[in-house]
Every structure is written in C-alpha cells, then in structure tokens.
C-alpha cells in the first residue's frame, strides 16, 4: 500500500477550516482528521490543504497556440504548456474550450478554427498530462446541418465534461450596444470598413435567427452531459437555455438574467478575473455585484488560470470563510460535472486530488500539488 501523511495542515474541509492531518492510500483519500497531528505524516506547517481547483471552462489554449494574430505554434506545445501553467496554479481539473459551429476556416484553437479536429487531439494529448483534462464543448445553436457534429461528438463523449449553448448572433448578447460595438470590434479585426462589417452581420444575423438546433443537442445528450448557456443576457434568453436542457448559467451579461437562472433552479457560473478585477472587462455584469446578491455558485479561469485562487484569496481577505471561497472552485464545480463522489473535496474515498497553498497579498502562492496521490508539482515554500 503507498501511503501518504500530510500533517499539520489548514484543512479546507466543505464547511470548516480547521488544523488537522489527512492520510492518502493508493490514490485516494482514506482518513480526514481533524484537530489532530501524525508525527509520521509530512510536516505542512500550517499551510492551506484543499482539493484540487476544477476549472470548468477556459479559453487558455487559445493564447498558447496564437500569442500573436498570424503567430501560431504547434498544438502539442500549446498543450503541454496550458497543462503546466494550470497545475502550478493549482487547478488539478481543466475543461478546455472548443467551439463547435459552421465556421472552420480559422487555425486550431482559434475562435474560427475546428472545434471537432481539436476535440479529437485531446484523446492523445491528455493521456500524457499532469492534470485531468475533458473539453468544454461552446456549441453554437444557430447552425445546420448540426447531426454530424452531434454524432461526432456522441463518439468524443469520455472526453466531454459539459456543453453550453453559445450563441453568437450579431447583436444579441454581451456587450450592452451589441451590435454597434461588435461590428466595430470585427471592422478592426478583419481591416474593413464599418459599412462593410455591418452588412456582413445583418447577413449573418438573419440567417443564424432562421436556425436553432438547441432542441437536436437536447435530444443527444439530455441527462447524460451538463449542458448550460453562455452571456444570456435577457430573461428570454435563460428561459429558452432552461426549455433545453440547461442547467447552468455561464457568464450571465446582466442582473436579470443571473436572478431568472437562480429562480429556475440553475447554477450560475462567473469568471473568476471578472471578480479579481472587481468587474467584467467589457461592462456585463459585476461578479462581485452577483455573488453578493447570492447569485454565482462557480468561478471558471474563463482566460486566466491565477485567477482561480486569487480570487478565491480576496474573498478570505475581505471575509468570506476559506471553505466557502473555496468552495466556488472545488465541489460546487464537480457537482455541476457529476463528479461531486470522486472529487471536489477532502472527504474519505475521494480522489486525493489535493493542493498545498499560502495566501499572498495578491495571489495564492502553490507550492505543491497531488492527482490521484501522485505528485505533479512541488515549489520551494
């Protein structure tokens, strides 16, 4: 039997934090000991001890693979990178974004590139990683015909942690002067003229609203793989996301949209920078202003990976208990994913999923991390 002691300890526990020691047998958790020291175990001198954080959705690859418009490096490198930089923040679970759409003209990872030839390179590429990692599926319901890619993805399954509607309509969601603001955005993109873009979106807006697949991808998947909605940002919008199959609510863009999902029974999820910098970086809404009227229940990196525990650590700064921040980035997650029995946090006959942490003034400093008892990362303390 290979047994690890981690003693003397801060001990995140679902509901307390409290010194205590947890024992580790063959990969999994077997004894959580509260107020109590093993002189045998490794000494941690009263650093945080938590599950691992469970990213559920992140844009990071992207940034690996295109660092630079028309500068792109090869999948395996970006990978392996993405993979790195996440255990050293901690984040032992990483739901990667690929989008799944008409358009496949772009390079791989890319908003534009081929979301199911990426899906498909996850199968090799996870098998060598330091943490876990499923994809984060953003389906766009404005396409067809859509049953190929369904039945794709049918096949891609194990690899698939949830799926979210993400509707990319020109001038329905996120920015509060939609479509003004993103024809501008794509003018400079694309080096057009406004005119130009602005016909080209009235063409794309038209034909995306004679399209919806939601009720096809419900059909697929219903009961066998979370699906939710992303930037809804009307009630409209979270009651047709609820009306198929979802569950969550990711990145509600305002206050009405966040408190309809809560009254429908959805989870609500935020990004994490969007709390760390103390609002959303194109004026949707606060996740402060959400989380104090009791409506986010998850934080994801959505783009940056030391946000996670870095907000996570502002919390603790401003208050909030360490097992309830930690909480938005640990079971609440696993729970949305079905994976709330194996993982999420320290409890016997979980996965020991675990990392090692102390709070810095503006970030969590991680110096070692464990998946499935093995360890995948140490720094010096």
């Known amino acids: 039997m290979n047994r690890q002691i981690l003693n003397n300890a801060t001990l995140i526990l679902p509901d307390a934090t409290t010194k205590g020691a947890v024992v580790i047998d063959d990969g999994k958790i077997t004894d959580v000991l509260p107020g109590r020291s093993i002189p045998e175990g490794t000494d941690l001198t009263g650093l945080y001890l938590a599950p691992g954080i469970i990213d559920i959705h992140t844009d990071y690859l992207e940034k690996e693979l295109n660092p630079r418009p028309d500068t792109n490096f090869p999948l395996e490198l970006a990978f392996h990178m993405m993979d790195v930089r996440a255990i050293a923040c901690g984040i032992t679970t990483v739901l990667g974004a690929v989008r799944v759409s008409a358009e496949n003209d772009g390079p791989l990872g890319s908003w534009r590139g081929n979301g199911l030839q990426l899906a498909a390179a996850y199968e090799a590429l996870k098998t060598t990683a330091l943490a876990r990692h499923y994809l ?128 429908l029974g959805m989870s609500i999820c935020m990004g994490a920078p969007n709390y760390y910098r103390g609002g959303s970086h194109c004026g949707n809404l606060s996740a402060r202003h959400a989380l104090a009227e009791g409506l986010v229940d998850i934080l994801c990196s959505d783009y940056h990976f030391p946000c996670l525990l870095g907000s996570a650590i502002k919390m603790m700064q401003e208050g909030i208990p360490p097992h309830d921040a930690l909480r938005l980035i640990t079971l609440n997650p696993a729970a949305h994913l079905g994976l709330d029995r194996t993982l999420g946090s320290l409890e016997p006959g979980k996965q020991a999923d675990l990392i090692v942490f102390r709070a810095e003034p503006a970030f969590g400093y991680v110096t070692q991390v464990w998946v499935a008892g093995a360890p995948k990362y140490a720094s010096v303390p």
């Open 136 to 263: 984060h599926v953003r389906w766009d319901p404005n396409f067809e015909p859509c049953q190929p890619s369904l039945d794709r993805l049918a096949e891609l399954r194990p690899l698939i942690g949830n799926l979210v509607f993400n509707d990319s309509t020109p001038g329905e969601r996120q920015f509060k002067n939609t479509f003004a603001e993103q024809t501008r955005r794509y003018a400079l993109q694309r080096n057009i003229t406004v005119a130009e873009a602005e016909a080209e979106f009235a063409e794309r807006r038209v034909r995306a609203l004679s399209m919806n697949n939601r009720a096809k991808v419900h059909a697929a998947f219903a009961g066998t793989l979370p699906l939710g909605s992303h930037d809804d940002t009307t009630v409209e919008h979270v009651l047709e996301a609820k009306q198929y199959g979802a569950t969550l609510a990711e990145m509600p863009v305002t206050l009405e949209a966040a408190q309809k999902a809560r009254e």
